[in-house]
C-alpha cells in the first residue's frame, strides 16, 4: 500500500515534469527564426527549480551580447551623423526597413556594414577636409592586420572588435586600409592609393587610454594622430578647439546616453625637427636598460600635446535582442544578476550601463580592483560601511556574526538604496579566499548588481559555489561558450545560448535556446508554472492520501484497533491508480494561475516561489491539518448518520460493506471537489478528467459488486450487491452530500477570507486578470530604454597593450600562418588570447592567478610565450 | 521551399503546446462565494427542517433486556449456566405504532468490526461448493481463512465454518398483545429481512437434497445448538446457507454499537401497526453478552422515507445551515470593510 502510494508519487512527478519539458520545448515564443533553433529542456527534473530562481550568473559575450560592434554614430568637426531623420525632423529609430546607405561607388566596402545616416557619406564624396582627416585617421591609427584573400576581398584581424569596426567604418567611407608592413600603411584614399610611413606606434595602455600613430604622408608631411577616451584627449587639446570641445562633448554624452562606446579623435602636424629630435629621444629611451617605460611614458606625453579635435566615434556593443527587458523584468522579480565576464572592466562595466543592470539611479557603484588582499578588504568594507552606515563604524567584520549559527543561511541584509559592485578578477582572487569570502559575499549580496569581469572560468564556477554553500537560494547559469561550462556544471540550473558559438555550453547545460531574453519567459512563465504546477500536484497529493488514511485512524477507535480498513480493498488498490489519478495529472499539467501576458505584466508574481512558499514545511502543516479535518468529517458523519439507522424497507443500514461503500463514496466526491477549488485554469480536459474519474468510479463500483463477477471469483468479490442496495438509500445520498460539502466549507472560507483580508499578489493579479479577461493585459511599454547622460562611458578599447610593439616590430612577419589564423596572439604581459573572438576566457593579470588562466588554455598560450621572448 | 526549411524546427502552433487551451478561470471572489454560501445555507436549512421533523415522526420502542439490572426480568438468565432460560418483559403502548413495525436485535460493545473476525468465513463455501470438504487434505491445510474454527477437535471440518458464523445471534422473540388479560400473539414475519442480494447469489445452499446429505462427516459450529440445516425447523425451505438470520448475521456490523432486524410485523390486523395497548415481549434468552460488557436490547421501530429515526442528520443539517447563513454575512462585512482589491 503505502509501497504503492510511493511508486506512484514517484510516477506523477515524473510525468508531469515530463509534461512541462515537453512545453518547454513546444514554446514557440522561445523559438529562434532567425537560427531555427527552438528551446530545448535537456533535463526533465529540473522544471520546478526553475521557479525558485534567485540568482543567476551570466556571462556577457556571446550571452548580453553578440559579440558583434557596430560603427553606430560619430559627430566630426560639431555635427554629428548617424542618426535618421524623417521628414519633419523628427529623430526615427533604426528598423529593418530603414534605408541603408549604398556603398557601391566603393569596391573594396565591407558588405556587410550598414549605416542609415546619407548625409556621412555625401560630407566624404564632397571632399570635406575634416570628414577625410577623420576616416584618414580611422584608416592609419590602429593595430589592426589586413588580409587580401583575393582581387577586392580584405580581412580584417582586428585584435579588439572595436578597432575592428572602426577600421571597417574607414574603409566603407572610401579609407581603405589595404596592408601594412613595419614601416608602412597602405591605404585606399577615395580610390587613391596612398602609402603612409609608419614612424611610431604610441601604444595603449590602461593608464594612457589612448594610441597614436606618427606617420609620414606621400607627400612628406609629418603628422601625429590619436585616438583615446575623450577625457584623456580633451586635457591635450590645442586651446584653439575649446569651442568645438564644448560641442562634441555635448554629442558624447547623447551617444553615452544610447549606450554607445566612445573615442575622441585627434591630430597634429609634426614638425620635422621636432621629430627627429624626438625620435631620438624615442630610440634612446625604448633601448634604456632602467625605466624604459617611465621614460617613454614622459617621450609620449611630450609630442601628444597640443592636438587637435577631429570628432569622436560611437561604437555600439551590440546586445542581443531584449538584453534590457529582460534583465529590468527579472530584476523586478527579485533575480540577482551577477555578469561573470573575461573582459575588461570598462567593457564590462559599460556593457552592464547599458543592458540595464547597473543605473544611474542607482546610489552608488562599488569598484573593487585591489592588487593586494588588504586592499581588497578595504574596499569591500569602505562598500559595505556606504552601504549600512549604521553599523559601527570601523567594526571588524565577522563572519559568525553575520552567518549566525554554523550551517545556516546567509541572510540577506535589507539596504536602503540601489547598488551595484564591479569587482575584477584579480581581486576576486583574494576575495574568494577562505578569510574574505563570506565578507564578500555578504557586501555583494546587499548590491543588486554583481559585475566580475576578467574571471578565468575556474573563477566563475567559484563564484557559483561560493553563493551556493552560503545562500539556501537556487542557482541559474547562463552562458553560450566552453568557458562557461564550469559555471553552468556548477550551478544548480544550466542554461546554455545556442546556436552561436559550439556546443559545449549546451551539451552540458540544462536547459538551452538561441535568445538570452527567452531565459524571463523560461523563469517567469515555465518556471513558474512548474512550480506552482508541483506544488499543487504535492499538497494535493498529500491532502487525498493523509485524508483517505487518516479515516482509518479514527476507525481503528472502533474496530478494537484491529487494522481493519474502512474501504473495500478495491477501492484501496483503486483510488491512487485509477479513481484520482487523471483528475491530479490533469492539474498539474494544465494549471495556470494566470496566462503568460500576466506572468510578464507582473514579474513580482516569481517571488513566492524564491520563497519556497507553496510547499513549505508551513503549507505541508496546513496540508495536514486539512485532511485531519476532512478524515474526521469523512469518518464521523457516516459514523452517525448510519450507526443504528434503518433503511428506507426497514432492514438495518449499518453494515460494514454499505459503510465502506458510502465513506468511500464521500471520500472521493471530497477529493474531486477539493481538486476543483485547487483548480484555477478549467480546461475542457479537466472537467473530462474529473466527471470521467468519478463516473469510472461509479461504473467500476458496481461492477465489482455485480452478479456476474461475483459468481467467477466468490472470494475476491465479497462486496456484491453493496453498491445497488447501499446507493438507493436516500439517506445515504444526504450523508454523501453533507460529507462532501462540510469538507470543503472551511476551506472555502479560509480561502475567500484570506483573499479579501490579506491578498497576496497572486489574488491581486488573479483579480485583474479576470476583471480584464475578455481584453489582454495592456501591452508592456517597449520604450526605448535611454539613460540619462551624466556618466560618459566606456571608451572604445576592449584590447589590452602590446600591439604597437608588435606591429613595428616585424617579428609578427616571422609567423605568416598567424595572421591567417582568427588566433592570432601575441602575448605580452597580458592579452586576451582570441583577440577576434571572445575575450571573456583570459586571466586578467601579471598577478599569480595566471597560471589558472594558462592551465585552461595552456597549448595556445605556450605557443605565443616563445614569441613573446623573442619580441622582448 | 526555402522558407519551411529553414522552420523546420518550428514548434506547432496548437493551443494544447501552447497553453493556451480555453478554460474557465473561476476566481473565489465575493460575488461567487457569498450568494454561493447564502444558497447552501438555505438549503440545508431546508434539507435539515424536513429531516428533523421526518425523524421526529418516526416512532421507536427501545427495550433493554442484557438483564443488568436485578429488577429486570432477564437478570435471572445473565448467568450463562442457565439453559433454555426465558423471561418477559411488559410494555404498554398509549397509542397506536404505526406499521409496518420493524423488530429489531440490537447488541453493544460487539466489534463484529474486527479484523479477524470479520475475515473469519469461506465465501466459497458458503455459495453452497462444499466440494472442498471431501478433499483429505481439507483439514490436514494450515488455517487460511476460518480461523480458528475450521475443524472441530477430531478434525472434523465444520460448516459453516469461521467466527462470524460461529457467534450467530440466537436469541428469540415472541410479542404478545395482552388483550383482557389473555395473551394474543403478534405474528413475526422472518421472510425478506436479508438482502435480496445475499438471499439469491451471494449465499446458496449445496445443491443436494435432501439438504442434510450435503452435511455429512461434517459438524455444527461449536456453538450451535443445531446445525444449518435444522436453523428453522418451522419451514424447511428457511435452512442452511441461506437461513434469513444467518444472511442478517452474516452481514458483518461496521460499528459496534449496532442493530440488525430481527423481524417484520407485517401480517393480519397489526401490519397497519401495533394498536395502543399492553404488550408482553417474550425472550428466548441464550447469547452471552455480559462477559464483554456488552448490552442486548430490542428495538421497535418504523420507517420513512429517509429511513429509521435519525435526528442527528437533520441537526447537522441545520446547524451547517445555519452557520453558512452566519459566515456570508461575517463574508459580506468583511467584502464591504476590505473591499478588495480596489486599493491598487
Not at chain 1, 612577419?813 to 595572421?819: E, G, I
Not at chain 2, 445475499?198 to 450435503?214: E, F, G, H, V
Request: hydrophobic share 40%.
Amino acid at each position: 500500500m503505502e509501497c504503492l502510494i510511493t511508486i506512484l508519487l514517484s510516477i506523477s512527478v515524473e510525468i508531469i515534469r515530463l509534461g512541462n519539458s515537453f512545453y518547454i520545448d513546444w514554446d514557440r515564443k522561445m523559438y529562434d527564426a532567425r537560427s531555427d533553433t527552438p528551446a530545448e529542456a535537456r533535463t526533465t527534473t529540473l522544471n520546478e527549480e526553475l521557479g525558485q530562481i534567485k540568482y543567476i550568473f551570466s556571462d556577457k559575450t556571446g550571452t548580453l551580447t553578440q559579440n558583434i560592434m557596430t560603427f553606430n554614430k560619430c559627430t566630426i568637426n560639431g555635427k554629428t551623423y548617424g542618426d535618421v531623420y524623417d521628414y519633419l525632423g523628427q529623430r526615427q529609430d533604426v528598423t529593418e526597413n530603414t534605408e541603408v546607405v549604398d556603398f557601391s561607388f566603393n569596391p573594396l566596402a565591407d558588405p556587410k556594414f550598414s549605416f542609415y545616416d546619407h548625409s556621412l557619406v555625401e560630407a566624404v564624396k564632397l571632399g570635406i577636409p575634416e570628414v577625410q582627416g577623420f576616416f584618414r585617421l580611422l584608416a592609419l591609427c590602429h593595430t589592426v592586420m589586413a588580409e587580401e584573400k583575393s582581387k577586392d576581398q580584405l580581412a580584417y584581424q582586428a585584435q579588439s572588435p572595436d578597432e575592428g569596426a572602426l577600421v571597417t567604418a574607414a574603409r566603407n567611407f572610401g579609407f581603405v586600409f589595404r596592408s601594412r608592413t613595419p614601416e608602412s600603411i597602405t591605404i585606399m584614399e577615395m580610390g587613391k592609393q596612398q602609402r603612409y610611413e609608419l614612424l611610431a606606434i604610441l601604444d595603449f595602455d590602461n593608464v594612457r587610454k589612448r594610441m597614436s600613430v606618427i606617420v609620414r604622408s606621400p607627400e612628406g608631411k609629418v603628422s601625429l594622430y590619436c585616438k583615446g577616451a575623450d577625457s584623456v584627449i580633451f586635457e591635450r587639446l590645442n586651446p584653439s578647439c575649446r569651442k568645438l570641445m564644448e560641442v562634441t562633448t555635448e554629442h558624447l554624452n547623447e551617444f553615452a546616453g544610447d549606450g554607445l562606446r566612445t573615442l575622441a579623435l585627434a591630430y597634429k602636424d609634426v614638425d620635422e625637427d621636432f621629430f627627429s629630435r624626438w625620435k631620438q629621444q624615442h630610440h634612446k629611451a625604448s633601448t634604456a636598460l632602467e625605466n624604459r617605460e617611465a621614460q617613454l611614458d614622459q617621450l609620449f606625453e611630450e609630442i601628444e600635446t597640443d592636438l587637435l579635435l577631429l570628432g569622436a566615434t560611437a561604437i555600439e556593443d551590440k546586445l542581443q535582442d531584449g538584453v534590457p527587458q529582460t534583465i529590468e523584468q527579472l530584476a523586478k522579480a527579485d533575480i540577482k544578476i551577477w555578469v561573470l565576464t573575461g573582459d575588461k572592466q570598462e567593457t564590462a562595466e559599460n556593457i552592464g550601463y547599458s543592458c540595464n543592470l547597473l543605473r544611474e539611479e542607482m546610489n552608488d557603484v562599488f569598484i573593487v580592483s585591489g592588487n593586494t588582499p588588504e586592499e581588497v578588504k578595504q574596499q569591500l568594507r569602505s562598500a559595505w560601511m556606504t552601504m549600512k552606515p549604521d553599523m559601527a563604524e570601523g567594526m571588524v567584520f565577522l563572519p559568525e556574526k553575520i552567518l549566525g549559527k554554523v550551517g545556516s543561511a546567509l541572510k540577506d541584509e535589507v539596504v536602503s538604496g540601489e547598488y551595484g559592485l564591479v569587482i575584477n578578477g584579480n581581486s576576486l582572487a583574494y576575495a574568494l579566499e577562505e578569510a574574505m569570502e563570506l565578507e564578500f559575499l555578504w557586501t555583494a549580496c546587499m548590491c543588486q548588481a554583481v559585475i566580475c569581469c576578467r574571471v578565468t572560468p575556474l573563477q566563475k564556477a567559484q563564484v557559483v559555489e561560493l553563493v551556493k554553500k552560503y545562500k539556501k537560494a537556487v542557482t541559474l547559469a547562463i552562458g553560450d561558450g566552453a568557458n562557461d561550462v564550469s559555471m553552468i556544471k556548477a550551478a544548480h540550473i544550466g542554461v546554455g545560448i545556442s546556436g552561436q558559438e559550439g556546443m559545449q555550453a549546451v551539451s552540458s547545460s540544462d536547459y538551452s535556446f538561441a535568445q538570452f531574453r527567452f531565459l524571463q519567459r523560461l523563469l517567469l512563465v515555465h518556471g513558474r508554472w512548474s512550480y506552482l504546477r508541483m506544488c499543487k500536484f504535492l499538497r494535493y497529493f498529500f491532502y487525498k492520501n493523509f485524508t483517505f488514511t487518516f479515516v482509518h485512524f479514527w476507525f481503528a477507535f472502533f474496530c478494537g484497533f484491529s487494522a481493519q480498513t474502512v474501504y473495500d480493498e478495491w477501492f484501496i488498490t483503486l483510488y491512487n491508480l485509477v479513481y484520482t489519478a487523471l483528475p491530479v495529472l490533469g492539474l498539474s499539467l494544465f494549471d495556470q494561475d494566470v496566462n503568460d501576458a500576466w506572468s510578464f505584466q507582473h514579474p513580482q508574481l516569481y517571488v513566492p516561489g524564491q520563497l519556497n512558499l507553496y510547499f513549505s514545511k508551513m503549507a505541508f502543516f496546513k496540508c495536514a491539518l486539512h485532511s485531519g479535518f476532512s478524515s474526521l468529517v469523512l469518518f464521523f458523519i457516516p459514523y452517525v448518520s448510519m450507526s443504528d439507522s434503518m433503511r428506507q424497507d426497514g432492514k438495518d443500514l449499518g453494515d460494514y460493506q454499505s459503510f465502506a461503500v458510502v465513506t468511500q463514496t464521500c471520500l472521493l466526491f471530497t477529493v474531486c471537489i477539493q481538486l476543483s477549488l485547487e483548480m484555477s485554469y478549467w480546461t475542457a480536459v479537466n472537467t473530462l478528467f474529473i466527471v470521467g474519474s468519478l463516473l469510472l468510479y461509479f461504473g467500476v463500483t458496481f461492477t465489482m459488486y455485480s452478479n456476474g463477477l461475483f459468481r467467477l471469483f466468490p472470494s475476491a468479490f465479497s462486496f456484491i450487491g453493496t453498491a445497488r442496495n447501499t446507493l438507493n438509500q436516500s439517506n445515504v445520498w444526504l450523508t454523501i452530500l453533507l460529507t462532501s460539502i462540510l469538507c470543503v466549507l472551511p476551506v472555502l472560507t479560509y480561502r475567500f477570507l484570506t483573499i479579501q483580508l490579506w491578498p497576496t499578489i497572486n489574488d491581486k493579479v488573479m483579480f485583474k486578470a479576470r476583471q480584464a479577461k475578455a481584453a489582454p493585459p495592456p501591452p508592456s511599454k517597449r520604450t526605448r530604454i535611454r539613460r540619462g547622460s551624466s556618466r560618459r562611458s566606456g571608451y572604445a578599447f576592449s584590447h589590452a597593450q602590446g600591439y604597437g610593439e608588435l606591429v613595428t616590430s616585424r617579428r609578427f612577419l616571422r609567423r605568416p600562418a598567424v595572421s591567417h589564423s582568427s588566433h592570432f596572439t601575441p602575448m605580452k604581459s597580458t592579452s586576451s588570447f582570441i583577440p577576434m573572438g571572445r575575450s571573456a576566457g583570459y586571466s586578467p593579470t601579471d598577478g599569480p592567478h595566471n597560471a589558472k588562466a594558462q592551465g585552461v588554455e595552456g597549448t595556445s598560450l605556450q605557443m605565443y610565450r616563445i614569441l613573446q621572448d623573442q619580441t622582448l | 521551399m526555402s522558407k519551411e526549411e529553414n522552420t523546420a524546427n518550428r514548434p506547432d502552433n496548437t493551443a494544447f503546446t501552447q497553453q493556451r487551451l480555453p478554460a474557465w478561470q473561476p476566481m473565489l471572489s465575493a460575488g461567487i462565494v457569498i450568494p454561493g454560501f447564502v444558497i447552501i445555507g438555505v438549503a440545508f436549512i431546508g434539507i435539515g427542517v424536513a429531516l428533523f421533523v421526518t425523524s421526529q415522526n418516526i416512532q421507536v420502542l427501545e427495550i433493554d433486556y442484557t438483564g443488568i439490572e436485578t429488577n429486570s426480568s432477564c437478570f435471572k438468565c445473565k448467568n450463562t449456566s442457565v439453559k433454555n432460560c426465558n423471561c418477559t418483559i411488559n410494555f404498554s403502548r398509549d397509542k397506536l405504532f404505526k406499521g409496518p413495525v420493524f423488530v429489531y436485535y440490537g447488541l453493544s460493545n460487539y466489534f463484529q468490526n474486527y479484523r479477524q473476525y470479520g475475515a473469519s468465513k469461506d465465501a466459497t463455501q458458503l455459495t453452497g461448493d462444499l466440494s472442498d470438504l471431501g478433499d483429505p487434505s481439507y483439514c490436514k491445510e494450515p488455517c487460511e481463512t476460518c480461523c480458528p474454527y475450521r475443524k472441530d477437535a477430531n478434525d472434523k471440518p465444520i460448516v459453516p465454518c469461521g467466527s462470524i458464523a460461529n457467534s450467530m445471534f440466537n436469541d428469540t422473540f415472541k410479542l404478545f398483545q395482552i388483550v383482557n388479560s389473555s395473551n394474543v400473539a403478534v405474528p413475526l414475519d422472518g421472510k425478506g429481512i436479508a438482502w435480496w442480494t445475499d438471499y439469491n447469489i451471494k449465499y446458496r445452499n449445496p445443491p443436494t437434497n435432501p439438504l442434510k446429505n450435503a452435511f455429512n462427516d461434517t459438524v455444527k459450529p461449536i456453538f450451535w445448538p443445531r446445525p444449518a440445516y435444522e436453523l428453522d425447523p418451522t419451514n424447511p425451505a428457511n435452512n442452511g446457507f441461506i437461513n434469513q438470520d444467518f444472511l442478517v448475521w452474516m452481514r458483518r456490523s461496521a460499528l459496534p454499537n449496532f442493530t440488525k432486524l430481527y423481524r417484520r410485523i407485517t401480517e393480519g390486523e397489526y401490519a397497519k401497526g401495533l394498536p395502543a395497548g399492553d404488550y408482553a415481549l417474550v425472550i428466548g434468552y441464550n447469547y452471552p453478552v455480559v462477559e464483554f460488557d456488552g448490552r442486548k436490547k430490542v428495538v421497535f421501530s418504523n420507517v420513512s422515507w429517509m429511513g429509521g429515526k435519525n435526528l442527528f442528520l437533520g441537526i447537522v443539517y441545520l446547524v451547517i445551515g445555519s452557520l453558512c447563513v452566519v459566515m456570508s454575512i461575517v463574508m459580506l462585512i468583511v467584502y464591504a470593510k476590505f473591499k478588495f482589491p480596489d486599493e491598487e
